[in-house]
């Protein structure tokens, strides 16, 4: 792939990196690529970050044809920069995109992508522990046409956000969730296990009751029975039950996380049992009543690991571990955060050097 690259004469100062936050700031430059039906993927260019001019009959404005995805990469305790997984997230992308009938660029030409903008902003991968460059790919339809097809003209970009420790050094935060038994993130046969912008539409309203209601975030259960449970808030869901480490099975209505399957590969390398089930929240209440429920966490790019201390229904509170962080979404979240500083073994070959 050829990429024009064109630096802006105006950089920014940064941020100081102890007031990064998650998705305030910008590096200085974005990738962008874009698709027609008669050309194919073609205009590479890493360019000065900025707006960008859109039709505004554009698709993604009307009948939401957008994607996203979000990786970080890492400055090592050595300096080496690296990504954590790169290609298992262009993968997905590949994979979702033909729900919502959008080409994308190879999963190779995705990865380099990554690697090229996070080259020319090298000075933006930040240093202290914890922190990250966060890269955010985005696919939209660009074509300026209302009727209902899918578009011919796409635009893959890359931005890239410096973004601080989820946790803010003061260790793992266990979360207060409510679990919502009236709206659905994704239903059966929905846009569930794509990276759709969609989902994260149809999640706003009941985040936004939980959090009214002094939640943090909501526990998402089935759209047909509405007793088995599926993710917590953006987030794939663990629960740790005597022994046996459970998530429910990836489907249509669940998004196949690179952290649940980097969680699934560590915890056999534990010696832990996991399996990957229909989990009902009347199983969990019952583990709950007999002491066997030990943990309950979710799992993302951007917290890793996020315990989960309270699960809230109508007239019933379960306290999980006393409100603290386990012992081994601890150990998970230790274990991964060191792979990607590059302090311990990458026995995976999960990291891909800059
Ligand atoms: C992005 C996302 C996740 C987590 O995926 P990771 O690859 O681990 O970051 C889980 N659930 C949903 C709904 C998501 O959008």
Redesign the pocket.
């Known amino acids: 792939m050829d990429i024009q690259i064109s630096k802006t004469t105006t950089p920014k100062s940064r941020p100081p990196e102890s007031e990064l936050g998650f998705g305030r700031f910008f590096s200085d430059h974005l990738f962008a690529m874009d698709f027609s039906a008669d050309k194919g993927w073609h205009d590479a260019r890493i360019q000065p970050y900025g707006p960008f001019q859109v039709d505004p009959a554009a698709g993604v404005f009307h009948y939401g044809q957008a994607m996203f995805e979000?990786s970080k990469a890492f400055c090592g305790d050595d300096g080496v920069l690296r990504l954590f997984r790169p290609m298992a997230?262009a993968e997905r992308m590949m994979a979702g995109a033909p729900r919502l009938c959008m080409p994308t660029p190879s999963a190779e030409q995705m990865v380099e992508a990554c690697k090229a903008l996070v080259r020319v902003d090298a000075d933006w991968v930040p240093k202290a522990s914890g922190t990250s460059l966060y890269l955010r790919p985005t696919l939209i339809a660009t074509e300026g046409f209302l009727g209902v097809r899918p578009a011919n003209e796409y635009r893959y970009f890359i931005i890239a956000s410096p973004v601080g420790s989820y946790y803010g050094g003061s260790g793992l935060k266990p979360v207060r969730i409510w679990v919502e038994t009236v709206d659905v993130r994704a239903p059966r046969g929905g846009l569930g296990a794509a990276?759709a912008g969609a989902?994260y539409a149809a999640s706003l309203h009941a985040a936004v009751k939980a959090k009214k209601a002094g939640f943090d975030q909501v526990l998402w259960l089935d759209g047909q029975t509405h007793e088995l449970v599926e993710?917590v808030g953006?987030?794939?869901l663990f629960a740790l039950l005597g022994n046996t480490l459970i998530t429910p099975p990836l489907s249509d209505s669940i998004?196949a996380?690179?952290?649940?399957d980097s969680v699934i590969t560590l915890s056999k390398d534990l010696g832990l049992t996991v399996e990957q089930r229909a989990l009902s929240v009347k199983e969990l209440r019952a583990a709950h009543a007999k002491g066997e429920l030990r943990e309950v966490f979710g799992?993302?790019?951007a917290a890793v690991v996020s315990p989960v201390g309270e699960l809230a229904f109508a007239g019933e509170t379960l306290r999980i571990n006393d409100g603290a962080p386990g012992a081994l979404g601890l150990k998970l979240y230790e274990t991964i955060t060191g792979i990607q500083r590059g302090a311990l073994k990458d026995a995976h070959g999960w990291m891909v050097t800059v």
């Not at 996380?257 to 649940?260: A, E, K, L, S």
Request: glycine share 18%; charged share 20%.
């Open positions: 979000g997230h990276k989902n993710e953006t987030m794939n998004l996380g690179v952290t649940r799992t993302g790019t």
